[in-house]
């Protein structure tokens, strides 16, 4: 109940809705590449079952899955790639953009490098070993039956064993219904369980495409700061150059007083002869 | 709300029992265990429900030891059952045998307090079904996650300041480049200016003495 209070206080949803407002082909691309990361993840870790004695026909098959997997999405993120160099060159659009598109490539080709590595991996695994194939377990034989032989009964007792077994059914009834009352229960509060997961799951997809655009914000500052640097640098080494000047100046300031003295002191001796 | 009423009984007799409100249920808990109790064999083991204006009422028989409790219409199942298996085991390990011949309400001073405790247990406690504590770690977890959620987006937001003032810097630091070149240019043409006036002025001193020297303005005599 404090639970849906403090989900009340804050509606999430809604800044969910104006987070999907704003996809634009670079927040798609770097989804796309959240997303390859993930699968490439899983398929290393099925990579490196291979030649264990976890190494079925089951596994082989998810492999062959999660290849495919990736390559539909490396074909989809490629696209969006091209969509927003596309918009790119296009366009008017500031530095920025286009640094942070650069750095989406560059992640790009890392991943479907790593994506490379693990399928040859895969590739010398898969020929190298054979899979662990189960012995199957022979479904056994059921018991026959017994037949039941009710001429040597009288009336009565077959009235009673008939009640008797009437009952049994009511008691049979009575804990299927309670045993499915549980289960319904028990059901419903692990979908519960499942929904709270998926939407943690989306959480952690949305907090992976902020932190990525917040590492495109970084490489800006960095960027800008090294070209601050570089400017202060060359600045410092202009006024280094302009206080060499300015004691040259100096100097040749003094020397002309020096002269201009002694001219006046000439004049004063020849005035004074 | 959770668990209001609680007791056990033996076929028709109630050895002990506890409610947390004032209500009639110790009067419906008689008549179910008259219902139960009539028709059918002493000996049947059982899990029922019954429901009573916005209560219900589940009944536990094992043994020929009969455990109800009373919960709110929303509580489910789960954790009452839960409760009445807690409270049989208890029950059958503190008295064991003398269940076959106590009295009525022979237990009760001791065991209701028991009966309080286990109730405000599984009405409370979130361990007390393991479902309900993992929907409690996954409502914080979420929780947690949306706080960063939120740390996340204001860290973006002084990022975007960050940024901008670097862009400032940036735009300072190549304006003061451009004013320390050009006030370099400056002196470096005021020493030029420097530098001729000098020039100037040792020639003229240099002629006033040529001038003495060969009795003249032309410089007459020093030609021949």
């Known amino acids: ?273 | 709300m959770g668990i209001l009423y609680g007791m056990v009984a033996r076929g028709q007799v109630v050895l002990a029992e506890f409610s947390a409100t004032q209500s009639n249920a110790s009067v419906v808990a008689k008549q179910i265990l008259s219902k139960i109790n009539q028709g059918s064999d002493n000996n049947n083991d059982s899990n029922v429900s019954f429901s009573h204006d916005r209560y219900v009422f589940h009944v536990k028989r094992t043994d020929g030891l009969t455990v109800l409790c009373m919960a709110d219409d929303a509580f489910g199942r789960i954790a009452p059952f839960a409760f009445l298996e807690d409270i049989h085991k208890k029950f059958v390990k503190t008295y064991a045998r003398a269940i076959l011949s106590a009295p009525a309400y022979a237990m009760n001073d001791e065991f209701s307090r028991v009966l309080n405790q286990q109730m405000e247990y599984y009405s409370n406690d979130p361990n007390a079904d393991r479902l309900n504590r993992l929907k409690g770690e996954m409502t914080q977890v979420r929780t947690v996650m949306i706080d960063n959620i939120d740390k996340v987006l204001e860290r973006g937001g002084r990022l975007e300041l960050l940024v901008e003032k670097t862009s400032a810097m940036n735009s300072n630091s190549i304006r003061f480049k451009r004013q320390s070149r050009r006030y370099k240019n400056n002196l470096w043409w005021s020493n030029v200016r420097l530098t001729v006036a000098l020039v100037i002025i040792f020639v003229i001193v240099v002629y006033i003495i040529l001038a003495f020297i060969c009795h003249g303005p032309l410089l007459s005599s020093c030609w021949r």
Do not use: W
């Open chain 1, 1 to 273: 109940m404090s639970f849906q209070d403090i989900e009340a206080g804050r509606p999430f949803g809604s800044r969910r809705g104006l987070m999907n407002g704003k996809q634009d082909p670079t927040q798609a691309v770097a989804a796309g590449i959240f997303q390859i990361n993930t699968a490439v993840s899983t398929f290393q870790r099925l990579v490196n079952t291979l030649g264990t004695p976890k190494d079925t026909l089951d596994l082989r098959e998810k492999l062959h899955k999660t290849r495919l997997h990736i390559g539909q999405l490396v074909k989809d993120t490629s696209a969006k790639l091209k969509q927003a160099s596309d918009i790119d060159h296009h366009a008017e659009v500031n530095a920025s953009k286009k640094i942070a598109d650069a750095k989406l490539a560059k992640d790009f080709q890392a991943v479907l490098k790593e994506f490379q590595k693990a399928q040859r991996l895969a590739a010398e695994r898969e020929t190298a070993y054979t899979p662990f194939v189960p012995q199957a377990v022979l479904p056994s034989s059921y018991t026959a039956s017994e037949v039941d032989v009710g001429s040597d009964k009288s009336p009565e007792q077959r009235a009673l064993l008939v009640e008797s077994r009437r009952q049994e059914v009511l008691f049979l009834d009575n804990e299927i219904a309670f045993n499915e009352a549980i289960i319904e229960e028990r059901e419903q509060g692990i979908q519960e369980i499942q929904q709270q997961i998926g939407e943690v799951n989306e959480i952690f997809k949305d907090l992976a495409v902020l932190v990525h655009e917040q590492g495109a914000m970084i490489d800006d500052i960095g960027s800008n700061i090294e070209n601050s640097h570089a400017a202060t640098a060359q600045a410092k080494s202009q006024l280094s150059k302009a206080s060499k000047t300015q004691r040259s100046n100096s100097s040749l300031t003094c020397l002309l007083l020096v002269i201009f003295g002694i001219v006046l002191l000439i004049v004063i001796i020849v005035l004074a002869a």
